[in-house]
């Protein structure tokens, strides 16, 4: 690290840009472009604006074949902070998801909630205001004591920052596998509202305009922390320790309030909010958005430390800050909406016709750069990587598959399923953000498949959801892709909105590695078949390489954040609970799937992993034709007002999908199912295989002639499996019962898992 | 054996963020203490302990510190140790 106090720069050298992670080669280029070398500050400026996570260098060839347009999408992917889509009304919706992995592996905590900080600034800077934030979290095994800490911190880290800040955290997910031990993924999203025609633009819009840095004073918070990000974990970033940003919640709030204020008094010519790379990334950004150039000054940045150096103003990533165009002659009443909400707005620039960023700090030119040349779909390198397809995908398709569960052990093994962390409840993690402020949250988190939150004034209703299951993507790359996208579309579905868009966060390990960039290019490919299929295109998002550690990458996790829309919230609105006694239990399947499934159809399960400590198989069935059918079916039964719950048959399969409906009930309601399949079929695969396109929903026994016919021609087929029951869960095959169980004795076993395992005595305990 | 009085100071790294300390420093300020420049919030943890030596009470409370007391990723810490009258061991 270099963020010692100076006026003395560094001189720079081939061995120094090596160090800062750019190649030889890269070097070459930027001296050549130059035609000189380059100073300190101008190679960190480099350095950062050409690492992964600004540039996408290795990943932009890949993501460029994914479906990017929609009658919906008010702006193209990548063109903004954030994507925005239309919801009618006059309203938009601005939302994504991004990473914060590698921070908090160093610093949990801090890592966690610098990571809600900057996504709600992602949402804000476009002028919407954030209404809610999912999070999709992976760890180690929770057996590791420091699993426990980093999974502790995180979800704190979440909860303080989102509290305090005042918007819900409506849902998300959390996984564990022994591959995220060491690399935890930490991905963030925030959702917000915004009027069409109301939005701000990350531009530094017209020459002449002067530039505000508003929001906190700058220290020498996570320097570097962008090229951080681009490299693997190892002993030596547990040493650069100086780069941890801290997190301020209250000053966010100050800040979203007073950005809005800026945005609708129509002040704000042009805006980015500070995240990776600070005031490199955002000057060169909007400079070149605009076609111009920009002229700052350092001496003008109200530093929180004495003595920083040019390199480190420019490459600090200080949290709760913005860089602004003002429009030409409101500079005062930019000074006073920023004033009244106690935050800097201090004039450090002005936009220039040079098309360059030019740098003064203590009257020298410190940098001099093109900003064309640095960003990308300008000079930013792109690069095909080599991919080659990995060799451990023969070996876990040829592991062979237990003998079949005896039919003593099924209720033993749908126990040991419930109390799998991956299945269990997270209400450790849930019940420690606030899911409800800002009034909004029809549905949070531990009752559906997707959150709903209300759109005040109107019947509509956003519904959101994030998954992706990172096993199925290492089994097999395409399908897994299309499975997060399926599944999270499916979800969306079962609480009663149409889906709309997605936004991703591509965690991969080290892109050089050709098996990673084969994994990462198929998992693309999956998910842009998947997005063609359900016409929800991708809105934007975030690529994180690098998620490796000695002991290897993470498992390929394309996380799916899945934006939808209920058109009548009290009549659409739909739950997973079972509602009532009586009620019919429906499995709805494509119209071609049989009750035996092969042998196979185990493959990736919770089941083998849980009861057999097993990864192995292909990713479960997909055919997206199927999927498209299974969601249109359901979708029309919902809007018939046929469907009293619905939830899709995921992790833990059909058993753990009637345990779960019988639990989220609050333990009152179970069922009595008799499923008719023929002896022939294996009952674990029957059982807890997670094979896709499949929903149980119930209905009232009076609506199901309703439900046949509306159902006819679709192409899927809707069994009657059994009925809703007052407090038993029992599950039948061919008039054989295997699961007898008392419905409060699995809510017990779900509902504590989680704070059992971490040794936390629970209220109930 | 004998008692001592390990003193630890934990402060955050002078480079990090100090919420806790600006929001002490605004309300300072808002009370009229115009002269104070920065404020930062820091603790102080007071144990005592049993061990054969000075230097042994020293490395315990150094290695309480590492584990728990301090987040050496953001934190740095100070210790004293003194000879205090000896206390009864808890029973």
Not at chain 1, 296 to 306: A, C, F, I, Q, S
Not at chain 1, 712 to 726: C, D, L, P, Y
Not at chain 1, 729 to 758: M, R, S
Request: aromatic residues 6%.
């Amino acid at each position: 690290m270099h963020n010692t106090s100076q006026s003395q720069e560094l001189v720079v050298s081939e061995a120094l840009a090596l160090e800062h992670g750019l190649t030889a080669e890269e070097y070459g280029w930027i001296y050549e472009h130059l035609g000189r070398t380059p100073t300190w500050t101008e190679l960190g400026i480099y350095s950062v604006m050409w690492s992964e996570h600004c540039s996408y260098k290795n990943s932009i060839s890949v993501l460029k074949t994914l479906p990017r347009d929609g009658e919906v999408m008010l702006v193209g992917a990548g063109d903004e902070n954030a994507g925005l889509v239309d919801i009618g009304d006059g309203l938009a919706v601005a939302f994504k998801i991004e990473s914060h992995n590698h921070p908090s592996a160093v610093e949990p905590y801090q890592g966690a909630a610098t990571g809600v900080g900057g996504i709600h600034r992602d949402i804000f800077t476009m002028g919407a205001r954030p209404v809610c934030a999912l999070n999709s979290l992976r760890f180690g095994p929770l057996t590791s004591p420091r699993v426990r800490y980093l999974f502790d911190g995180v979800v704190r880290g979440i909860g303080d920052y989102g509290n305090s800040f005042g918007v819900p955290t409506v849902g998300g997910e959390v996984y564990f596998d022994p591959a995220y031990e060491g690399n935890p993924l930490v991905n963030a999203m925030s959702v917000g509202l915004v009027k069409v025609g109301r939005t701000s633009s990350a531009t530094a819009a017209s020459v002449g305009n002067t530039i505000f840095i508003v929001g906190s004073a700058t220290g020498r918070d996570g320097i570097h922390g962008a090229t951080f990000a681009s490299e693997e974990l190892s002993e030596e970033s547990e040493a650069r320790r100086p780069s941890v940003q801290v997190g301020d919640p209250f000053t966010e709030k100050l800040l979203l309030e007073a950005t809005l204020e800026a945005i609708r008094a129509g002040v704000v010519a042009g805006i980015q909010d500070m995240g990776a790379a600070g005031l490199t990334c955002s000057s060169c950004e909007m400079s070149a958005k605009a076609g111009v150039g920009m002229h700052l000054n350092l001496d003008l940045v109200p530093v929180r430390e004495p003595r920083m150096s040019a390199y480190e103003m420019m490459l600090s990533e200080s949290q709760e800050r913005m860089l602004i165009s003002c429009a030409p002659g409101r500079e005062a009443d930019l000074g006073a909406i920023f004033g009244k909400w106690e935050l800097h707005a201090v004039a450090i620039g002005h936009v220039t016709g040079s098309g360059r960023v030019t740098v003064e700090h203590q009257g020298r030119m410190v940098a001099d750069v093109e900003a064309e040349h640095l960003v990308l779909g300008g000079g930013a390198p792109v690069y095909k990587r080599e991919a080659r397809r990995p060799a451990y995908l023969d070996a876990v398709r040829a592991a062979p598959i237990p003998p079949d569960v005896e039919p003593g052990q099924v209720a033993g093994s749908l126990r040991a399923l419930l109390a799998a962390p991956n299945i269990a409840s997270k209400r450790w993690v849930y019940e420690q953000y606030d899911t409800m402020v800002r009034t909004g949250t029809a549905q949070g988190p531990g009752t559906g498949d997707a959150a709903l939150v209300r759109l005040k004034g109107s019947r509509k209703a956003l519904a959101v959801t994030t998954d992706c299951n990172g096993r199925y993507v290492y089994l097999d790359p395409r399908r897994g892709g299309q499975i997060a996208v399926a599944e999270a579309a499916r979800n969306v579905v079962c609480s009663g909105a149409r889906p709309l868009a997605i936004t991703n966060c591509l965690n991969f390990g080290n892109p050089y590695k050709p098996e990673v960039f084969w994994t990462f290019k198929e998992a693309v490919a999956g998910m842009g078949e998947a997005c063609r299929a359900l016409g929800t295109p991708v809105t934007g998002g975030n690529v994180s390489f690098y998620n490796e550690n000695p002991e290897g990458a993470v498992f390929p996790t394309p996380t799916i954040g899945m934006l939808g829309l209920v058109d009548d919230l009290d009549a659409h609105g739909t739950g997973a609970a079972f509602v009532a006694t009586g009620d019919l239990v429906v499995l709805l399947t494509p119209g071609a799937w049989a009750w035996c499934t092969s042998v196979a159809a185990l493959g990736g399960s919770e089941y083998l992993a849980t009861v057999h400590g097993m990864t192995a198989g292909s990713a479960p069935h997909l055919d997206l034709r199927e999927e498209v059918a299974v969601q249109a079916a359901l979708l029309r039964l919902i809007r018939a007002g046929l469907v009293r719950s619905a939830h899709d048959v995921s992790d833990g399969g059909m058993a753990v999908c009637l345990a779960e409906k019988a639990i989220f009930s609050g333990g009152h309601l179970g069922a009595r199912v008799d499923v008719s399949a023929p002896a022939t079929c294996r009952l674990d695969a029957l059982l807890f295989a997670e094979a896709q396109s499949r929903i149980i929903f119930t209905t009232e026994s009076r609506a199901w002639p309703a439900v046949e016919a509306a159902l006819s021609g679709m192409g899927v087929r809707a069994q009657v499996i059994g009925r809703v029951w007052e407090g038993a869960f029992e599950i039948a095959v061919a008039g054989e019962t295997v699961i007898k169980e008392a419905v409060p004795n699995l809510q017990a076993i779900y509902d504590h898992a989680i704070a059992k395992t971490l040794g936390i005595p629970s209220a109930a305990d | 054996m004998h008692s001592y009085k390990a003193r630890i100071t934990v402060t955050l790294r002078p480079s990090i963020l100090d919420p806790q300390g600006k929001a002490a420093h605004r309300a300072l300020t808002n009370l009229g203490f115009s002269t104070v420049q920065e404020v930062r919030v820091g603790k102080v943890v007071e144990m005592v302990l049993h061990e054969p030596s000075l230097e042994a009470a020293r490395a315990a409370a150094e290695a309480a510190c590492q584990k728990l007391l301090a987040n050496p990723v953001m934190e740095d810490y100070a210790v004293t140790v003194r000879r205090v009258p000896e206390i009864a061991a808890a029973s």
